[in-house]
Structures are given as C-alpha cells and as structure tokens.
C-alpha cells in the first residue's frame, strides 16, 4: 500500500534468513548508504533476523542498482519509478535516481510475509511510478507543538507510504514555532518556549531529504498572525497589546496591509526563512481572513478608499499580490490557500483548495497548478474510506481539458492540531493517511474498499516497525484512565466509540489551548473497527444473506456489549476521567439488547409489534447521538437489525 502501477506475479518466494546480503550498484552516495542501513534495520525489526550487522559481509541477493543521482535539492516532478524484480533466489531493485531506491525498499519491506518457511517475499516483478507528482501530509505544529521525534517518526512513515511533502504548518494564531535570528521576539515572545530552532529545522530538512521527502514550510498571513503581534505589533491592523491565542477557531488578528514597514518587515522575513528551507516552493496561508481589524481601523478605510480597493477580499488579493513579488524575489514559488486567488492573481502561484472540489477545479480551470486537500482532512476523524474515495481528477474534473487536468499536482492530508498532542497524534494520522497515500500514488481505478481496509490492517501493524504506534497508544491512555493494568471492560467500550466527526466536537464541551486531552475521545481511534465490521455482518443479516459464522459472530458480540457495563461502571466510578462515561456504558448495554432481540426475532422468524420496534429504533437514534463527547458507532447497525424484523 500504494498499490503498485504494475505487477506480475510468479509461483514461489525469496527466503529471508540470516543469509541475507544486500549491495549498491552504479551510482553510489551517502545517502543511499544510510537506506540501505535504515532498510536492514527495519527489516531487522520486523523479522527478529539481526540483518543491520550481517547483511553486509554477505553475498548479496539483494542488487540495487542505481542510473545516476537525483537533484542537489529534491524537485517537483523528480522520477520516483523503480523496478523490483522478486526471484526465489535474487531480488533486483533498479531505478534512476536515489528516489526511486527509496520507493522500491519500501514496497520489499510491505512484502514481507511470515510463512512455513519462515520470513518471506513472493516472487514478483512490480513496475511502479506515482500518478500525482505531489503527495503530501501537512502537519500543525502551532495550536500543539510537536517535538522532534514526533516529525521524524511520522516522516518515517511518510516514506512507508511513498507520501514525498511535509508540509510543516509552523506559525498561527496559537503560536509562533521557528527561530528567527532577523527577528528574535516572534519566538521569544510568541511561542511560550516551544519553538524549533534553526538548527533543528536543518536537521528535519535532512532527514526528510534521507527519505525523499520536500519539506515546504507555511508561515500564515495576513491573518492567523495573533502571535506574530505579540513581539511585533507595528505589524498588526488593530491595537495592541495581543496575547498568544488560546482559543481555536478564526480571530481577528490581520497584517495591517496599507502600511510599507508591513513588506519590508516581511520581506525580511521571507528572505531569512528562504535561506533555511532549501524546497522550491513557499507557503504563505492566505485563509480565513475575517477582515474585522480592516474594517474598524479609519486609516485602512482611507486607504481603501484612495486607491480604489473595493472590498477586504481585494485588500487582501492586494496583499497576496505584494507578498508573491517578495517571495518570487527570494527565489521561490509561492503557495496559498485557495483564498488567495483572486483576479489578477500570478500563474506561477500554486493554489491548494480546503472549501472544496470546485474551488480546484476553477483554479486548474484559470491556468493555475493546484492540490487537493479537501476530504484530505485527517483531524475530522472520518473513516479511511471516505478519504480513499475522494480524488483530485474526480468527478467534476471530468469537465476540465487534459491540459488543465494536468495542472492538478496531486493533494495532502491535513493534520490540524486543536485536538492531538505529541502523545495521539500517531493514532489520527496513522493508519487512515495510507488510504490517502494510496490515492494519490496508484492507478485512480484502485477503488475497492474492502480490498483497501485489508491492506490498511496490514500497514497498521508494520507502521510499529517504524516506532509509530498508532494502535498501543490507546491501551496506554485506558491504562491511565482507569488506573487498571489490564482495564477489559473499557477497552470493550472503547472499540465501539469514535470521536465526533467533522467540526462538532467543540460544540460538545469548552476547549482551549490548556485542555487536557486525555479522555475517553482522546483516547480511541478516529474510526472503530469493530463498528465497521459489525456494520458489515449487520447488512448481510439484513439482507437475508449472511452465513453461519455471520450470525454466530453478531451474537457473540451482542452479547459482549450487552453483559459489559456490570462490569465497568465499578471502574468508571473511580475516575473523574471516567466517570462521565456510564450513561454511555449503559446506552450500549439498551442498544446490543436491542440487536439481540432483533437476532432472535430475525433467525425465528417471529413477528414484532409495530409499537415496539417503533419504541426501539427512537432509542437507537438517540443513541445515535454524541455522549461524553463520543459516538456510539453501532447504533446504527443494530438499527438495519431492527428495521429488517417484521411486524405482527
């Protein structure tokens, strides 16, 4: 996972044994030396073969063979094709640059399989190439600060999943997180203590670099700059003093547009950060401007007035439009939020598109390269599926000429952080951005979504070779929670709920920058497994089409969730953190009586009355319905069990 572009499949496998030996042929560097040596050891890991040692006195049978270098700085469009040849006795990996090795290690070490022989590869012979050039995870590091080992760890599992741009969201409202020397007290001042300092942000450039990944920084403006004003208010459009934000959602706080000490601030600015970040391309934000501070400031209105600019959309193209010179003159390609085109926009400047398809769809329309990230946005806890069936040449792409279809670079999952921390971040973005990378690196036929959560079960489980633990985390927070080792009961509870979907989760309970995100909701993946495959089983029943071990499996189930909450509510008592969840505890008890119920009526073919199964399906959406800031993800299911009895 990606789904290669091409593949052949032959009879037999390639053993893994403490046999194994691996070399580098043609084009050598440094850094095909350290994959090489990352590759053992994660391939060490995943057997338990100590191969980081041996495999280099070896005899190779496993020949890497490398054309020539890649660019001195990684480019948009660079060749990441590769060719990996399985045989029983040798494996081939060949490429034309040191992007390609890196894809093709990948793709061997997913291939790893256990078997009667022990660990091993089937014999194939894949041809493989991207089919977006830009593929991306953008990841905020202002609302929550990330520590280094959470950015290299998941650009561990960037590559993993042949993603190729880290997007790194570095400043916003709640907080100013890269150190510049130009201007000291946007991170003194702005930050609270937690920034990345220049030398370590060379350190991430490298090491995405080693991975082949872009790394293509986003310093917001005009707005989502509250913290920028907290050191330097001269920039801002309203009045001073501003604090560093502590509530999420849009702010006021705006660049104040009108003034020339505005560019030439951020023109130094730029220029400093430009020399930092090696990549080709810049992000400048441009969203969410709400215009508030525009339009209660006399001096801004006269301004607008004098030169005729009409409204704040178009003081804000007249600051987009500014900025964009100043970073052409650093030498680099500006990036925006979809906001930022406006007429007069310059065509150089690549547009990625939050509000929607058609927003992409006009911009490749108008002539303008753009990316995708709308059904991308990981932090609204959709289902894997969801985000698999969205595409950038989707449906209404159609309408766009080959030419302007072209102009569609590929997308990026978004990882807003009002509500992960450096502890579950892992847990949101992992496993489900696979499905993402998938989309945007395979054949856009590649659609089955049963085919998908197969393949991502199997990602869930080697991404641990890559210490992100996207699954033990949970049992780790239950653990604290209850104050129980081995806390059963929640745990069943737990595999049955999901945090809210979409933006409505801080409608269910006050957040703020200090919360602590260490409940229940915080604790639980985005998407329930077991709600899905319950849900699946549920349709078959439904249906009149399930099997034996369907029902054998619905029952056994049931019958867990209904006879669970005897035995939690005494753990959930004990706990403040916990304690909210026994009305939860007890709806899920009510709803699998319910699915029992249902079972029996359904495999007997007895009759309900029309009252009762009314009475029953009005509980269960209700049920439905957010409790302790979680959902009770099958409800729904023991709702088509309800629906599908018949009635006296």
């Not at 006795?89 to 290690?105: F, S």
């Not at 400047?349 to 939050?354: D, T």
Request: charged fraction near 20%.
């Amino acid at each position: 996972m990606p789904l290669p572009a091409h593949v052949e499949q032959g009879q037999g496998e390639f053993v893994i044994d403490g046999q194994f030996g691996i070399a580098l042929q043609g084009h050598t560097e440094a850094r095909l030396d350290r994959a090489k040596q990352r590759f053992l050891d994660t391939l060490s890991r995943e057997t338990g073969i100590p191969l980081w040692r041996e495999a280099q006195f070896n005899q190779p049978r496993f020949v890497i063979q490398t054309a020539g270098p890649s660019a001195p700085v990684q480019q948009l469009g660079e060749d990441e094709s590769y060719r990996l040849e399985v045989s029983p006795t040798k494996v081939q990996l060949t490429a034309a640059n040191p992007i390609g090795v890196l894809r093709g290690l990948q793709t061997f070490l997913q291939l790893v399989r256990v078997t009667p022989s022990g660990f091993s590869v089937p014999v194939v012979t894949i041809d493989d190439k991207p089919r977006f050039p830009w593929r991306g995870l953008m990841i905020d590091t202002s609302r929550h600060f990330m520590p280094l080992d959470v950015i290299e760890r998941n650009l561990d599992g960037m590559e993993a999943v042949k993603l190729n741009v880290f997007h790194w969201h570095i400043t916003d409202d709640q907080g100013f997180r890269a150190e510049s020397k130009k201007f000291p007290l946007l991170q003194e001042k702005g930050s609270d203590g937690l920034y990345y300092t220049q030398d370590q942000i060379r350190q991430v450039i490298g090491y995405a670099r080693d991975r082949g990944i872009r790394v293509v920084p986003e310093f917001d403006m005009p707005c989502h700059t509250t913290s920028w004003f907290v050191g330097y208010p001269e920039l801002a459009s309203g009045k001073s003093p501003y604090q560093v934000a502590r509530s999420w959602g849009v702010h006021n706080a705006a660049m104040d547009p009108t003034k020339e000490s505005t560019y030439q601030f951020v023109d130094s600015f730029i220029g400093e950060m430009a020399a930092l970040f090696p990549d080709a391309y810049f992000h400048i934000g441009g969203d969410e401007c709400n215009g508030k501070e525009w339009t209660a400031n006399p001096q801004i209105q006269a301004f607008m007035h004098a030169h005729n600019i009409p409204n704040n959309a178009a003081l804000q193209a007249y600051f987009t439009a500014k900025v964009q010179k100043l970073v052409a003159a650093h030498g680099k390609i500006m990036e925006g939020w979809d906001e930022v085109l406006q007429p007069g926009t310059p065509k150089d400047v690549v547009i990625q598109s939050w509000r929607g398809q058609a927003s992409l769809d006009e911009a490749a329309r108008q002539g303008y390269r753009s990316l995708l990230s709308t059904g991308y946005y990981i932090d609204l806890n959709q289902p894997a599926a969801e985000h698999y069936l969205v595409d950038p040449l989707g449906d209404t792409a159609t309408a766009l000429t080959p030419a302007q279809q072209s102009l569609i670079l590929g997308g990026e999952a978004a990882m807003w952080s009002e509500f992960v921390t450096p502890e579950n971040i892992d847990s949101r973005i992992w496993p489900r951005t696979a499905a993402i990378a998938e989309r945007l690196w395979s054949p856009q036929q590649a659609r089955d979504v049963d085919s998908m959560y197969r393949r991502l079960s199997v990602v869930a489980q080697k991404l641990q070779y890559y210490d992100l633990q996207p699954r033990a985390i949970t049992n780790v927070m239950l653990q604290r929670m209850s104050g129980d080792a081995d806390p059963t009961p929640l745990k069943v509870l737990a595999a049955v709920v999901a945090p809210p979907k979409g933006y409505s989760r801080e409608g269910l309970a006050s957040y703020n920058a200090f919360t602590p995100l260490n409940r229940l909701v915080d604790a639980v993946p985005p998407e329930s497994d077991t709600a899905r495959e319950f849900h699946d089983i549920a349709t078959k029943i439904a249906a009149g089409n399930a099997t034996p071990r369907d029902w054998q499996q619905a029952r056994e189930w049931l019958s867990l969730w209904r006879d669970n909450d005897a035995k939690l509510e005494p753990l959930l008592v004990q706990s403040d953190l916990t304690v909210e969840l026994v009305p939860l505890s007890h709806t899920l008890t009510h709803v699998a009586e319910m699915g029992i119920q249902a079972l029996d009526a359904l495999q007997n073919n007895d009759p309900v009355s029309v009252a009762k199964r009314q009475q029953n399906i009005a509980f269960l959406k209700s049920a439905e319905k957010p409790q302790a800031v979680l959902l009770l993800m099958v409800a729904p299911s023991v709702e088509l069990l309800v629906q599908a009895t018949k009635t006296e």
